[in-house]
């Protein structure tokens, strides 16, 4: 399959009207250029701090994204009745086809988005017309557990949109070194593609540095889009290559979900975060 990614400033002034004719301009190239899915951004539509109406999941607007031969990832604030969602919509032919929830909405340093969303309460891969994937937004691929959950779960290709931004906390973080060795550690361990899409621009005085890629199931960049600048990257992906490395290497065969399911249960009852 053939896959673009679309390294933008998005959605920085909160308006809806231009934000949806930008990402509907990358489509329309990314079409050009015979990708089969447009992968854009975390809050592709409305910017990190969320300005702009909130929009349901089954909104026209959203759903007309994809068309014949191309699917669409897009993030957006999701309207969701008495709670508002970080939520990233995966549409193919006209039709709203997964919507995940940010789960982990990081509330530390200069981050505040329990402020402004609610988390969501489920990860579950999702068969496309490519094979079998699963989305986890931004902060959600730094918690362990959710990529292995994913892989178990059949994901084949991991979808991380984002909107990283490479300054704050402690100088002794480094934040894109974080992610260059995380993302190689999510695809290694879980024999899987990780295809990563950060923004890029500047909001309320946060600077976003893209390097978005497509990492295969060993842990090698296959593609990098360069940092800091806008850029759509197409690239190719091979998704019978994640089933190849599985069967030679049967890292995640001996799951013990049942040992898994005790072991969280009894952390629960000692008092954790249920």
């Known amino acids: 399959m ?29 079409a050009e250029l015979g990708a089969e899915l447009t992968i854009f951004p975390e809050l592709s539509l409305h910017g990190y701090a969320l300005e702009g109406s909130p929009l349901t999941a089954s909104d026209s607007r959203l759903t007309g994204l994809s068309r014949e031969g191309m699917d669409v990832l897009v993030g ?9 969602y970080n939520a990233a919509g995966y549409y193919t032919g006209g039709a709203t086809h997964h ?73 002794s973080l480094d934040v894109i070194e974080y ?23 500047d909001e309320d005085g946060t600077r976003f540095w893209g390097g978005s890629r497509v990492i295969d199931p060993s842990g090698q960049v296959t593609a990098q889009a360069p940092f800091w600048h806008p850029s759509l990257l197409v690239a190719d992906i091979d998704i019978q290559e994640t089933r190849r490395r599985r069967h030679a290497i049967p890292l ?16 629960i009852r000692e008092g954790g975060d249920a």
């Open 99 to 171: 919507v995940h929830r940010k789960l982990y909405l990081p509330n530390y340093l200069v981050w505040e988005e329990r402020k402004r969303a609610s988390p969501g309460q489920s990860m579950q891969a999702f068969d496309t017309r490519f094979g079998r994937m699963a989305v986890l937004i931004c902060n959600d691929a730094w918690q362990q557990v959710l990529p292995w959950l994913a892989a178990q779960d059949g994901a084949e290709v991991m979808l991380i949109p984002a909107n990283s931004a490479a300054e704050f906390g402690p100088e």
């Open 2 to 30: 053939k896959i673009a990614l679309a390294q933008f400033d998005c959605g920085s002034e909160g308006e809806l009207v231009k934000s949806f004719a930008t990402v509907g301009n990358f489509v329309d190239e990314a």
């Open 76 to 84: 957006f604030r999701e309207d969701g009745g008495i709670r508002q």
């Open 179 to 201: 992610w260059d060795q995380l993302l190689s550690v999510v695809a290694r361990m879980h024999q899987s593609w990780v295809v990563f899409v950060n923004r890029v621009g």
């Open 252 to 267: 995640l065969a001996e799951a013990r979900l049942g040992l898994i399911k005790r072991e969280v249960q009894r952390l």
